[in-house]
């Protein structure tokens, strides 16, 4: 609560300045996570086992552990094996969706264009055997065995949480979704419940007109993407209504030696979250006086209208 009342009334370079420093403190006061620390976590707290489909979420500067980021995403592989899949947010840009794609001449390069989204996504994406969709706004690197699936339409949806994207279709696979050094307010999977219901979304969330961006793809070819990018809300985001009215088995965060870390299980979180938008809650407020009560009952989320 505290660090989003600071991050509303501090200057962005201020409060990150901040952040730093307390993270930097913290490292010093808690002893660091070892291998053999860090593998029983993954089993005991967030359940992880081979052939799981896990997309994961990171912030290194963050994460209190004694080894190396390179060691970070060998064990999680390990964790999952090769039949698992292992999910990275991969955004080419940081800062708001809104100032990158209004910049002149924005061209996304799915090979070259490294991640912004820290250290183990960017260690992800060059991983030899990761596949990155090729969504200019919220692409995502996979590592595993159904990482073609997962990746290849996402370009194809201007919502880049919709039901191409590989949040949602990581459904299919009761995935689940970590924070490692993060709290919940970083998951993106927020964003898939209002990617999918669409116009039955209380709230507008994306900008009407939609832009068309750029893309170069791995063989070289030239394509352009359609895409609806997201409103500048970030301020009316509050994850009360996660903490109140979802799961602790759909969702949940806890802290440990001075880290941040949460799980959710991707269908269960899903469900619920469309459970509360059927009676107009979302994390952007209480819109239950200005929306139906009920969404039709033959709704269904991958149905091409």
Known sequence: MMTQILYKILPEKQFRKLAKLFHQIKKKIYTPFSEKD????LQD???????????V????????IAFSPYRLLEILLETVGEEGNLLFPCWQFSGRTEDYVTQPDVVFDVTH??????????????????VRSAHPTASVCVIGKNAQELTETHHLDPYPCGTESPFYKMLAHHGKIIGLGEKIVS??????????????????TKHKMPVQIPVILPNGNRITCEVFYQKNLFNS??????????SKKACHSFSCRGSNFFVCDASLFFNEMKAL????????????SHSPTHLPQNFHPNRKD
């Not at 979420?57 to 209190?64: E, I, T, W």
């Open 113 to 130: 264009d490294p991640s912004k989204l820290g250290l183990l996504s960017e260690l992800a994406r060059r991983h030899p055997e990761a």
């Open 237 to 246: 985001i509050s994850i009360d209504l996660i903490n109140k009215s979802i």
């Open 57 to 64: 979420h990171s912030s290194m500067d963050k994460l209190n």
């Open 187 to 204: 998951l993106t999977f927020l964003h898939c419940i209002e990617d999918v219901l669409r116009d039955i979304f209380p709230i507008e």
């Open 277 to 288: 938008t059927e009676q107009g809650k979302t994390i952007y407020g209480n819109y239950a």
């Open 45 to 55: 707290e967030f359940h992880i086992k081979k052939g799981d489909t896990v997309a």
């Open 38 to 41: 860090f593998k029983r976590l």
